[in-house]
């Protein structure tokens, strides 16, 4: 089934939605053979997905306003440029199923259990960043485990890995990003986050308006072998690990971040710290597995913070739905930030905590 949220999207490369709310909303009923339909979990090394990687990419900076005077830069890859390795992968597709990907050719949201939106970046997700800037010195205390669900462009977690590779923590750090496809993960999650590191380390001059050629030069970046082991010499040198996991979520899921172990399983040494997802609550049928996903991968002194809109119109999710949940579950629930754009559908973060 595919759909089409009803916010005005901007144009390619510029996709974070406006959140306009038109009536009429189109409900998508899941029929009762989709959850053996969603794509089964799977872990992915650094190194993997490393080897899938273009040669060279595009990007644009995506630049969100925190104070009047103060603007928070993120890199990312410019979707036209996954559009096009897309194309021209299209007469090899790879054995993970590129196929599916013609969603990403046209103007669906998302198709429900094949392509679950992550190419493009989601409004709530710079919410989601601008409250992490608040928060820093909360976060980069406590932190050691980081994970983000539903991550596809990954903006929260790529401003997490700038301010720890520009700020010199020598704390040891595990972040896992998770996404429903594996390609969101290949296309745009590992590209921003080698952005994010050239951005952090000044090693994106095309950054400087006065070193692009034109206004309508777009920058790019050759991902040569001594980039990429630039990128992993520093990360290991701040002795930051990065893990990847694509698929639905699931019991398996949960079994795979922790190890292998039975589910369900709370092991310590495993549980997340920080755990953060942005509009990953817009279809009522999977909001309970993403809470279960919560319940076994937030430590008990952890933070999840879940950055969503009040409402999806025409899929049914909501922040209610999901605070009713888990208040069954006696977690606690805060709302940190509220935003509005004129008479468009609110939006929120949350924390979540377990005690
Ligand atoms: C609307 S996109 C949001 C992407 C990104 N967090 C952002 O805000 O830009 C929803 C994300 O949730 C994830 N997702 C949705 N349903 C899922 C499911 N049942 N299992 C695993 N991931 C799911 C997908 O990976 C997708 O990237």
Wanted: hydrophobic content about 35%.
């Amino acid at each position: 089934m595919s759909f089409k949220f009803n916010f005005d999207l901007e144009a390619d490369g510029d996709d974070l939605e406006t959140g306009g709310v038109e009536p009429s909303p189109i409900v998508p009923v899941e029929d009762a053979s989709s959850a053996s339909s969603r794509v089964p979990a799977q872990l992915h090394s650094l190194d993997e997905l490393i080897s899938k990687l273009p040669p060279h990419i595009a990007f644009s900076s995506l630049a969100i306003p925190l104070t009047p005077s103060k603007t928070i830069t993120i890199p990312r890859r410019e979707l036209f440029d996954v559009k096009m390795q897309l194309m021209a992968e299209d007469n090899n597709p790879s054995a993970d199923g590129s196929e599916n990907f013609s969603a990403a050719f046209t103007d669906e949201d998302i198709r429900t259990n094949t392509y679950e939106g992550g190419l493009k970046s989601w409004e709530c997700s710079s919410d989601l960043v601008k409250q992490l800037a608040s928060d820093s010195d909360d976060w980069k205390n406590s932190s050691g485990r980081i994970i983000e669900l539903g991550c596809g462009t990954a903006l929260p977690s790529c401003y997490i890995l700038q301010m720890l590779l520009s700020s010199q923590t020598n704390r040891s750090i595990h972040l896992t990003l998770t996404d429903y496809n594996i390609d969101v993960l290949r296309l745009v999650t590992l590209p921003n986050l080698i952005l994010a590191y050239l951005y952090a380390t000044n090693n994106l001059p095309s950054l400087d308006p006065s070193v692009i050629d034109g206004p309508e030069e777009t920058p790019e970046i050759e991902l040569t072998p001594a980039v990429i082991s630039s990128f992993l010499s520093t990360l290991q040198g701040q002795n930051i690990t990065i893990s990847f996991l694509s698929g639905s979520w699931s019991p398996v899921t949960i079994s795979l971040i922790h190890g292998g172990l039975e589910y369900p399983s709370t092991a310590d040494e495993t549980m997340y710290s920080l755990l953060l997802a942005s509009e990953t609550i817009y279809s009522p049928s999977s909001i309970p597995a993403f809470i279960d996903m919560i319940e076994h991968t937030l430590a008990n002194t952890g933070k999840g913070y879940i950055a969503a809109k009040d409402v999806y119109f025409g899929v049914g999710g909501s922040v209610k739905d999901f605070v009713d949940l888990i208040e069954t579950k006696s977690w606690k629930w805060e709302v940190v930030r509220e935003e509005k754009r004129g008479v468009g559908v609110g939006r929120v973060v949350g924390v979540v905590s377990k005690s």
